[in-house]
């Protein structure tokens, strides 16, 4: 039987990704930020497989309207070992395109979804999780990157440079509350997409955003904490157009990962990476994970 998720279910969706993602780790915090965390959660489009009283399989979407384009998303997914090529995971899947094409989404894609995931795409080490996505009739039609950086190996100074910066009118701080509103602003304007990972990094202590101000405005930030917190996870960042280059970007870079480290990991996650040069220059990351980005149209 396929049904709605409730709150009762948590404790056993929790084991059976637990089981199920191998090369990742999942717990209770963790899932209850993918779940309750999203934006977007909707009970409707959070599916369990219940068979005596035991749940076989979950599948989490969410529906999400991205520069004016309605997407749905397959957000988490797990069956059982002894119910995998059973039907369990097509039905979950039918019932969440229907609804997604109900409510005219023009296309749905898997993991990649945007403001709150787990990860950027399927890792093709779950093969499983690869046939199944053509079964279902979606396509393949990127590559993402995760990035790791061993927080010992440098020493994440940067007084120097931002002394340089300062010459030049531009101003490198952590933020607060009163830069709030406007850094929220500044990202709606440029960036639209990371407005709520970075609403989320306001929510450690201290802020897990740091900004960069030329001439009293804010032109550029980075964050960490704003996506599976307390793993290591960094970003997003950017600096607007008219002042890259100047190094302000390595600078914020570098000081999320001295929090990181002061924080007591031992390696920072750089995921969804399109420029591995920088990443690997300024933090000596190295690539960690690739993941293969799945779409069907609908």
Known sequence: ??????????????????????????????????????????????????????????????????????????????????????????????????????????????????????????????TEALCFAWRMGFERFDDTTNLTADLHARDWQTSEKEQLLAEQGIIVSRADEDDRVELLRFIEKEFELWRHEVAIAYQSDPVAVHIARLNGKIRAFSAYNGNNVGTGWFGPMGTSKELRGKGIGAVLLKRCLKDLRDEGNKQAIIPWVGPIPFYAYHAGAKVDRVFWRFEKKL
Do not use: C, W
Request: aromatic fraction near 10%; charged fraction near 30%.
């Open 1 to 126: 039987m396929i049904r709605a998720f409730t709150d009762n279910d948590f404790d056993a969706v929790l084991q059976l990704l637990q089981e199920a993602l191998i090369h990742d780790t999942i717990d209770e915090g963790l899932l209850r930020e993918k779940i309750y965390g999203d934006p977007d959660f909707s009970y409707d489009t959070t599916l369990v497989a219940e068979e005596n009283e035991s749940l076989s399989g979950f599948m989490q979407g969410v529906l999400r309207d991205v520069r004016g384009e309605l997407i749905g998303y397959l957000k988490l997914m797990a069956v059982d070992s002894g119910k995998r090529k059973s039907g369990v995971g097509k039905e979950m899947y039918e019932q969440l395109e229907s609804h997604f094409i109900s409510k005219n989404a023009g296309k749905i894609r898997i993991f990649d979804a945007p403001l709150n995931y787990f990860q950027p795409g399927i890792d093709p080490r779950y």
